[in-house]
């Protein structure tokens, strides 16, 4: 199944997610700080949906989004760490 990502943002935070009737089946919270860095702080998929790439979908998009819109990404959480690591084309909006 194919979820839509949708995003909600207030003045110090975010998130990206994804639904479906039943809820939110994934999603990326972050935190805004000074200089135009996301500190990205979590990362969860509900259980049964583990394993099929939905939160790489939700980070790739939120990398997309820093570039559109002039941020930098601090991958605080453990997965968004090792995706950045991983990912080498996400290094030019590493905080």
Not at 12 to 31: A, P, R
Not at 53 to 64: Q, R
């Amino acid at each position: 199944m194919d979820y839509p990502i949708k995003h909600k943002e207030n003045h110090t935070n975010g998130m990206f997610f994804m639904s479906d009737e039943q809820g939110v089946v994934c999603e990326l919270t972050y935190v805004k700080k000074d200089h135009n860095i996301l500190v990205v702080d979590h990362t969860q998929t509900k259980k049964e949906l583990e394993g099929k790439g939905l939160a790489s979908k939700i980070l790739d998009h939120t990398v997309n989004y820093a570039r559109k819109n002039g941020f930098k990404i601090d991958p605080l959480c453990p997965f968004a760490e090792v995706k950045f690591d991983e990912n080498k084309s996400y290094q030019d909006v590493r905080a």
